[in-house]
DNA sequence: ACCTAACCGAGACGGTACGTCAGGTCTTTCC
DNA sequence: GGAAAGACCTGACGTACCGTCTCGGTTAGGT
């Protein structure tokens, strides 16, 4: 027997909808995602609390949810120049340049806490909001590999953890800077591990 | 003028400070992090919670603490047989190992979850805990420069974090498993970036 | 000029207003009055809240309906014996009986919240549901008065007030019992007030 | 075994105390009893909830301390000037007077609903505020009745039952006015009652 | 036999207050 | 004067209902 029908998604009313990831992502913009708090977002977006918890769990799942909806707007797709090199300079570069910007990394570290805090939330936040990307770069890897620009034994997924890895443990850690020159470098470093020549 | 003395640190009480540091891993161990709080770290420890804001500034001070406390028993040399592969295989696997263990992997997510959200955390977290295992395996690397295992030209930093960095990063969003296979192909992939040969 | 219409109550289901009544007496019985939601009466009689909200101004006055409704059937008459201690005996002790039982009396003291909380229902609730008692039992004083039984000079509200203020007073601060004796010493004390003779 | 110790009545702030007792009289004679909130006597009171809620189990019960620590003062005495006539209207005058007066009449009726709606309330309503007046009239009439000038066989409960009772359904169901005449009246009718002469 | 106006069940909505929980501060009492 | 104990003010939590509103789906008359 199946019941326990919770609300009726048909009648959800987008006006609200629309109204509270907005203003989830504002105030996460204002305030740290420690201070952000669910009486908030509701008083922004004018909205009742209860309306909110009919249709999330809870903070963590609403920021989620808004960071993914403002995140496929600029669902990046890579570039294919034929140099792997230079495409992959191409999609490190503004990613550190994010990470980099303390307004922008705000939103991601709010999104790494709730990762690192709820196993469920880890699963959206993976398929939703950087399995694009990573699947991006992967598919530009094989590529290259069928172009005999990366070796054939690697491990593509290996590959792309082998440079988002070290650019988003510098920027946790807070290890070093998050440099163009820093982008470039570990560019270079990834590919001298993957290339299928010295240079 | 105020003295601004704050607590007298030669009449600190050191049965507290172990019992509230001992309660704060116990706790960390018992629930999530987002669970535990200062009454209950207070309460375990058969202490007020003024002994506790009397000498941290809050929640998050009081688990780096303890987690360093915990640590310093552990602080890993790293060894030296000359062959750099085998070496690194032997400080990755049991690092790859903690982080898959779910029970150890949750104090390094609690620590995490401080570093992302306390800038001031971040530094102490790093320089205390992650520093000492960070510079031993800087160190061997620069040894295996000098035997020309490494070329010459590679940024030591870099090169620790081209093996750290993926293995978080990994671990951190559950982008796959962390197997004793995983490590020794990242130290294999790792290695391809900085040896001075092909192989 | 607006025609101010309102409902048309031509058109309004019976059937609801039945359910309705009769929920919100059920749930009376069950819980307390504070206890007593709208939303609970337009659950248990399978009806939207907005029938309900149609058709009454609130909860208040829902109940005081359910309880006119159910009242109206047991608008006892005044009997008249030519006796006129009979006759109040006949009409106090089924009264106090009533008080005294805990499933009747939880309407009377629904009624009595709504009465002191709410000056317009408290003019229906007088109108609707105590003046007939209270004109009965004034006309058959009246009566009393013609047959000398009664002095003359006797207001007969006051005389009326006399009786049932007691019964109330006691039920309302649960001051005493209210056993058939109550009763009873109750009609011959107003009596002694009220009657020509001393007997 | 018993523990379930609850907070610690010595460590009592006596300051919050008086100021909750005082913000609730004060918003009661503002709103209505159903419109007074938790909330809103802890604001201006300029106290937790939660100190509110460690001491009493709700809005009622702070009311009624509120208001039998109000009453105390007034504890009127019941005078004995060996004229029992004229004592009663001594002191069925002024209490008349104050169901009269909107202002103090709003607070008996939040005394009253809560007296309906909670039988522990009732029984405290009972003995901490109603008692002290009932008691004094009760011995007053004894007094008199040792004068010979009640009959020797009256209920003296009944009697005091008798002169409060009608007053109170009076003013609860809102049946007439509360003039001084009324007073007078219903002194005059009860003593016709009571009394060891016809007159 | 259709039309259309309005009631109906249902339930989402913006709100208010609830009673609870934990934070960090302040006070009391003991050692 | 530090420490245990715990009351205090604060403010967010998640829930329960409020009274309003909007949505299809019946019901009526009225034509």
């Given at each position: 027997m199946r019941s326990q029908s919770g609300p009726d998604p048909t009648r959800r009313s987008e006006r609200s909808r629309r109204a509270i990831l907005g203003a989830a992502v504002e105030l996460l913009g204002e305030t740290g995602y420690n201070e952000l708090t669910v009486e908030a977002i509701a008083a922004r977006a004018g909205v009742g609390k209860q309306t909110i918890y009919r249709w999330w769990p809870g903070k963590g799942a609403v920021i989620l949810?808004?960071?993914?909806?403002?995140?496929?707007?600029?669902?990046?797709?890579?570039?294919?120049t034929g140099d792997i090199r230079k495409d992959l300079y191409a999609i490190v570069r503004p990613t550190v340049a994010e990470l980099a910007d303390p307004r922008l990394s705000a939103t991601s570290r709010a999104l790494s806490i709730e990762t690192l805090g709820d196993e469920a939330l880890a699963e959206q936040v993976r398929d939703r909001l950087l399995r694009p990307q990573f699947d991006a770069v992967k598919d530009r890897l094989r590529a290259a590999q069928r172009a005999n620009q990366v070796?054939?034994?690697?491990?593509?997924?290996?590959?792309?953890?082998?440079?988002?890895?070290?650019?988003?443990?510098?920027?946790?850690?807070r290890i070093g800077p998050l440099s163009e020159e820093y982008a470039n470098d570990l560019v270079d470093l990834a590919l001298a591990a993957l290339g299928t020549d010295t240079a």
């Amino acid at each position: 027997m199946r019941s326990q029908s919770g609300p009726d998604p048909t009648r959800r009313s987008e006006r609200s909808r629309r109204a509270i990831l907005g203003a989830a992502v504002e105030l996460l913009g204002e305030t740290g995602y420690n201070e952000l708090t669910v009486e908030a977002i509701a008083a922004r977006a004018g909205v009742g609390k209860q309306t909110i918890y009919r249709w999330w769990p809870g903070k963590g799942a609403v920021i989620l949810d808004a960071l993914a909806d403002a995140a496929v707007d600029v669902d990046a797709q890579m570039p294919d120049t034929g140099d792997i090199r230079k495409d992959l300079y191409a999609i490190v570069r503004p990613t550190v340049a994010e990470l980099a910007d303390p307004r922008l990394s705000a939103t991601s570290r709010a999104l790494s806490i709730e990762t690192l805090g709820d196993e469920a939330l880890a699963e959206q936040v993976r398929d939703r909001l950087l399995r694009p990307q990573f699947d991006a770069v992967k598919d530009r890897l094989r590529a290259a590999q069928r172009a005999n620009q990366v070796r054939a034994d690697v491990d593509l997924d290996q590959a792309v953890e082998l440079i988002f890895g070290p650019m988003y443990y510098r920027w946790m850690f807070r290890i070093g800077p998050l440099s163009e020159e820093y982008a470039n470098d570990l560019v270079d470093l990834a590919l001298a591990a993957l290339g299928t020549d010295t240079a």
